[in-house]
């Protein structure tokens, strides 16, 4: 199993009524523990526990305890002889109100309420033979995000299979685009307000007889998508609904052309209003354009979840390339002003392409880089509250797969915003909100070849 396919199933696992007897076999399998093993330790016979609970030898020592006492029952279960013989490197006890682990290898431990134990399902990545735990811990929220658009991904095929046609297969892609944008923009203050798109999709589609199926629910997100490409004084006459005057017009054309949307069942309607209970802010431009790729890409939907670029493998490119001469000319310009302005108004006219982007990782990662630079010079130069000379016109690439190419100016723009909270602040970014950036083709590559590449940035 990869990690996407063990969050879904850890997920799943929360959701059902807590049974102690069965609970630790149904968490070993959503860790791909296969029928036969786990029918040897029901039967004993490679169930070393002696705390009544189950005891996978080298990996994992889980007990349910009685309500209330779950940290004792960890306590215990570190402590026990057949812990240290087994060589368990994870204990867990839980009573189906609490869930409490610790990692004996480094010390980490997990304390949660029950339901929210899927939110570190990241922690036990060992468990399932998977050794690059860090970059997968650091990537949770991604993965746990990458699984949710899949189902609903895939849900809506079923229901719409002329979405998955070459003829509809770029509406579909660029829909997928437009939900993601939504989301990390209601979690953002980009839109007008905490879970605005959510919200209204939950509110709206809940109205008329045919509710309780969610088969209005295609036209009130199309209804929002029309509005978030009309400006406000064009909107009546444009005939938008005033239920959608809420949301501001996000220029560059993410949102114009078709807004045709697939149509939805209870169920798909369900996965949407799932993703958009996500913490949308935790979103890491670095490696979830890769990610959400693989949702689209029959070819590599096999391998979801696997697709994790080594951050430190495209810095190994990056620096050398360019970054490690920057760093030098900032650590010798120490303090000088007009060395300091130099360097910046340098940096201002680099261009990054990348000729096989992909979904952007190594466009991200060096934008990301240069404002760290960038924000570096401005606090010695007394200037930290200064907008970007680092405009998203300098990163620019190729890609033949229209959603990866989609994803990438998607995730330039997300890492702009962040990058503009982090080294100017929240109050600050919100000015410079991302109501920009997102046009096609716009002088880079001819239309025919249904390519693009980098994006267009700066505010409206």
């Known amino acids: 199993m990869n990690a996407v396919e063990i969050e879904q199933a850890i997920s799943d696992l929360a959701l059902q009524p807590f049974d102690p007897a069965e609970f630790a076999y149904a968490f070993l399998e959503a860790f791909g523990n296969k029928a036969t093993t786990l029918k ?7 169930n070393k526990s002696d705390l009544g609970g189950v005891l996978q030898t080298n990996n994992i020592h889980i007990a349910t305890a009685e309500a209330g006492a779950v940290t004792p029952m960890l306590a215990a279960l570190k402590a026990s002889p057949a812990t240290t013989r087994a060589k368990a490197r994870f204990i867990l006890a839980t009573d189906g109100d609490s869930f409490e682990a610790e990692d004996l290898d480094t010390g980490e431990t997990v304390a949660c309420h029950y339901p929210d134990f899927p939110d570190h399902f990241g922690f036990f990545l060992p468990l399932a033979g998977i050794t690059t735990v860090k970059q997968l811990r650091d990537s949770s ?20 299979p002329d979405w998955g046609t070459a003829t509809l297969r770029h509406a579909m892609n660029h829909f997928m685009a437009r939900l993601i944008f939504c989301f990390f923009a209601e979690d953002t203050d980009i839109l007008n307000g905490n879970n605005l798109f959510t919200d209204t999709v939950t509110q709206m589609s809940a109205r008329g007889a045919s509710s309780h199926k969610g088969e209005n629910t295609h036209e009130v997100i199309s209804e929002i998508f029309r509005a978030m490409n009309t400006e406000q004084t064009q909107r009546t006459q444009a005939g938008i609904a005033r239920w959608a005057d809420a949301f501001p017009c996000v220029n560059g054309g993410l949102f114009s052309g078709n807004t045709a949307v697939p149509r939805f069942s209870k169920i798909s309607r369900s996965y949407l209003l799932h993703i958009g ?12 354009g890769s990610m959400i790729q693989a949702v689209a890409d029959e070819d590599e939907r096999s391998a979801l979840g696997m697709h994790y670029t080594s951050v430190p493998n495209i810095l190994k490119v990056l620096n050398p390339l360019f970054l490690d001469d920057l760093r030098d000319r900032l650590a010798e310009a120490g303090d000088n002003a007009r060395k300091l302005l130099n360097l910046r108004n340098r940096m201002a006219r ?12 190594f466009l991200v990662i060096a934008y990301k880089q240069m404002r760290d630079i960038e924000a570096e010079i401005n606090q010695r130069r007394g200037e930290p509250e200064r907008p970007t000379d680092i405009p998203l016109t300098n990163f620019r690439g190729i890609e033949l797969r229209n959603f990866s190419a989609e994803i990438a100016r998607l995730a330039l723009i997300i890492a702009e915003y962040q990058c503009n909270v982090q080294h100017r602040g929240k109050q600050l970014a919100f000015v410079a909100r991302l109501t920009c950036s997102l046009p096609r083709n716009e002088g880079f590559l001819p239309r025919q070849l249904d390519v693009y590449a980098g994006v267009r940035g700066g505010v409206v």
């Open 350 to 361: 680099i261009r990054v392409f990348d000729p096989a982007c992909g979904s952007g990782n």
């Open 277 to 288: 209970a996500l913490d949308w802010t935790q979103i890491n431009p670095d490696i979830f």
């Open 141 to 160: 929220f991604d993965i746990r995000a990458t699984s949710r658009l899949n189902r609903l991904y895939l849900e809506l095929l079923k229901d719409n």
């Open 40 to 46: 040897r330790l029901r039967a004993g016979a490679s």
